[in-house]
């Protein structure tokens, strides 16, 4: 898979997700990529896929056995989903 320009953690704009609730963890050797390609999670990945700019959101009883469960939001790409992310997430941060 090729690698963008903004694909490189150098080039990450650290203040997009500047939110005490978010976490980001750096996946430069594409490992979760892979598991959730081989796997499906959320209508994401499945066996020989690859899952890549992507988000997936869980719920507060999600527990990972085999693979997580309560998925409460998933897509991908992230730009073209942006009113899925807001409709899923925002009722939950204000809940929150």
Do not use: C
Not at 10 to 20: C, T
Not at 33 to 58: I, K, M, Q, R, S
Request: charged fraction near 20%; aromatic fraction near 10%; proline fraction near 6%.
């Amino acid at each position: 898979m090729p690698v963008l320009a903004g694909d490189s953690r150098g080039a990450w704009d650290r203040h997009v997700l500047d939110d005490p609730r978010v976490v980001s963890l750096w996946d430069g050797s594409r490992l979760t990529g892979d598991w959730f390609g081989e796997h499906t999670v959320g209508d994401l990945g499945g066996p020989g896929g690859f899952v890549w700019d992507a988000f997936l959101g869980f719920g507060g009883g999600s527990r990972w056995q085999a693979k997580p469960t309560a998925v409460v939001a998933a897509g991908s790409p992230i730009i073209d989903n942006v009113d899925q992310l807001e409709q899923r997430f925002v009722p939950l941060l204000k809940n929150g």
